[in-house]
């Protein structure tokens, strides 16, 4: 028996010494190219053949980006340094020919000047590292851990990110070595590497650090106070908060691209000068809508997202549920902060769903397909866009204002939407590690609701149809009335360019599409005289349905008079009012979650 312990020991240590190996080494030694430099080492696989692959996507940004354009020619060598021979199969994978080769080192650098919160950046201000768009992969082996060394520009003083510190020493040289417990760890926490301010709060028991780069109107003690009401906020909806350590990487720029989500991260591009003023709600709401992602989307999910599949598109109808509900609570959330009174937050859900029911597109796609056509339409519109789509977003947010009512209504104000997701969040994310089927999703929400919820389904998720708004609402306090009204419409939309006046959008079904106008069309005159757009507004304001003008135009530089009569147009709006005191209790609750 002894004997056969011993021996198990041996052949145990044995494998342990010859396990693979993953390790990736980030250099940036010339900023002012915009390449990074990445080696990744490869030790004890014992194929002949490695297949290396560079992702296509990045996950929470749902459109095919193609990373593997980024990067130049892919090199691999020995554990001798003896090149090996490397052939592209597909547009994104390589293959290594390493024989018997034990260990390989693989080497390829990765152009990265396009600076937003999905993909890298580098010059000699800072480098942003979006994992997905620098890290290649070895296919099948995803899950292995392994460690990152980054070496950052002689320049740069800082490192951010949330993944683990091998180590918390320092080398000499400025490098850090961080580890991760699998690539899509690796890829879900983005690296900061400069001369960014770096500040820090503790609230929800977890410590919260904050990465600014460049220059702003931010004052650190003001974001530490009110960016802890969001987590706190946040944290309370699922009364536990996951992470031991949240890393908010933020890019204070001219032009702001929003946010994108991570497990125990967030990367937030915004306006330099967005910390006052009106715009100041609009950065925490941006904050409160990435904080609420780390459990919506990151451990509450739909079953395709994670693992992912870096090679192809992820396809989920349920994305309406993911960014919708998220958005729903972004605003929600700063009503329980406090930055928002009751009718403020009003205002902002009546926006919404007029937004929403105002849109043509609306009526011709579902919240479902929007949510599946994401990866071919959402990221990707055209002229006829808003003719034909909705975003899953807005609707999204819309449909879990209406569920949240339903349950508040349901359960007399003792629950609410946050206690459905708590749901989802006990079973699926921590008893069973695992996403949730459209199905399933259906059915725990039919099970919590206590109602068969194929009708509502079918009308408003996998249909079109416009809610029972007041029907709804009535039963928390809120009276939604209709007050949509005709009126005379022209049905194009307008811009100056250069001195020439365009058409940029046409509405399907209205006058000028009638009239035979396409988007690009140049207006040069009207009913006989030269127009700008003010002239052509005020000649359009004041004609009524049936009423005609002239027009001249020019396509591709051919002159064409065109006639155009007005029709009407009914375009839904609803206005929403808390009622009489008697549903005050329902109404507070399904605002503020005061149970």
Avoid at 129 to 136: A, C, N, R, Y
Avoid at 172 to 186: A, I, T, V
Avoid at 409 to 421: E, H, P, R, S
Avoid at 553 to 578: A, C, D, H, N
Wanted: charged share 25%; hydrophobic share 35%; glycine share 6%.
């Amino acid at each position: 028996m002894l004997r056969l312990t011993l021996l198990s020991t041996l052949l145990f240590s044995a494998f342990t010494l010859l396990a693979q190996e993953i390790s990736y080494q980030l250099k940036m030694s010339k900023p002012q190219t915009h390449y990074f430099e990445v080696e990744m080492q490869l030790n004890n696989f014992k194929e002949k053949e490695l297949l290396v692959k560079m992702p296509v996507w990045a996950p929470g940004s749902y459109l095919v980006r193609e990373f593997a354009k980024n990067v130049d020619r892919v090199y691999a060598f020995d554990e001798n340094g003896k090149p090996l021979n490397v052939i592209k199969v597909s547009k994104n994978t390589w293959k290594v020919e390493k024989g018997k080769s034990k260990n390989v080192k693989v080497a390829y650098n990765v152009y990265a000047f396009e600076l937003s919160v999905r993909t890298s950046f580098l010059d000699l201000t800072h480098g942003f590292v979006s994992g997905s768009s620098i890290f290649m992969y070895i296919d099948k082996y995803k899950e292995k851990a392994g460690k990152l060394k980054v070496e950052p520009y002689v320049g740069f003083s800082t490192i951010t990110t949330a993944l683990p510190k091998a180590s918390e020493s320092i080398a000499s040289d400025g490098h850090k070595e961080f580890r991760f417990e699998n690539y899509d760890q690796l890829v879900d926490c983005p690296i900061e590497i400069g001369n960014q301010e770096e500040f820090s709060f503790t609230t929800s028991g977890v410590k919260h650090t904050v990465a600014m780069y460049g220059v702003g109107n931010y004052e650190i003690e003001k974001l530490q106070r009110d960016m802890a009401k969001i987590v706190e906020a946040a944290t309370n909806v699922f009364g536990e908060n996951p992470n031991k350590e949240y890393v908010f990487i933020i890019h204070n720029v001219i032009d702001g691209q929003g946010g994108l989500e991570h497990t125990n991260s967030t990367t937030l591009s915004v306006n330099r000068w967005t910390y006052s003023g009106p715009e100041y709600l609009g950065f925490l709401s941006l904050v409160a809508h990435e904080y609420f992602h780390l459990w919506n989307v990151k451990r509450i999910r739909p079953i395709e997202l994670g693992p992912f599949d870096y090679d192809t598109e992820n396809y989920t109808s349920l994305l309406w549920v993911m960014e919708g509900f998220t958005s729903y609570y972004d605003e929600l959330l700063m009503l329980r902060a406090n930055f928002y009174t009751k009718e403020q937050y009003l205002s902002k859900l009546q926006s919404t769903i007029n937004y929403v029911e105002g849109s043509v597109g609306t009526r011709v796609q579902p919240v479902a397909h929007a949510s599946f056509d994401a990866w071919i339409k959402a990221y990707r519109p055209n002229e006829n866009s808003a003719n034909t789509t909705m975003t899953y977003y807005s609707r999204g947010a819309m449909i879990a204002s209406l569920l949240d009512a339903k349950i508040v209504a349901k359960y007399k104000g003792t629950k609410c939407l946050d206690d459905f997701l708590q749901v989802l969040y006990q079973k699926y994310y921590k008893k069973m590690d695992r996403g949730f089927s459209e199905k399933e999703f259906k059915t725990e929400l039919a099970n919590f609701l206590g109602e068969n919820m194929d009708d509502f389904f079918a009308k408003y998720i996998d249909g079109t149809e416009i809610p029972p708004f007041n029907e709804i609402f009535s039963p928390v306090g809120i009276k939604v009335e209709d007050v949509s009204s005709k009126s005379p419409s022209f049905g194009a939309s307008l811009r100056q360019d250069g001195g020439k006046l365009m058409i940029r959008g046409i509405r399907s079904g209205s006058s000028a599409e009638d009239a035979g106008l396409s988007v690009g069309d140049e207006i040069i005159g009207c009913n006989g005289f030269r127009v700008n757009q003010n002239a052509l507004e005020q000649v359009i304001s004041s004609l009524n349905a049936g009423e005609k003008m002239n027009l001249l135009i020019s396509r591709e530089e051919i002159l064409y008079e065109v006639q155009v009569q007005m029709k009407e147009f009914t375009k839904p709006q609803f206005q929403l009012k808390m009622t009489s005191e008697s549903t005050s209790s329902l109404l507070r609750n399904y605002m503020l979650r005061t149970l």
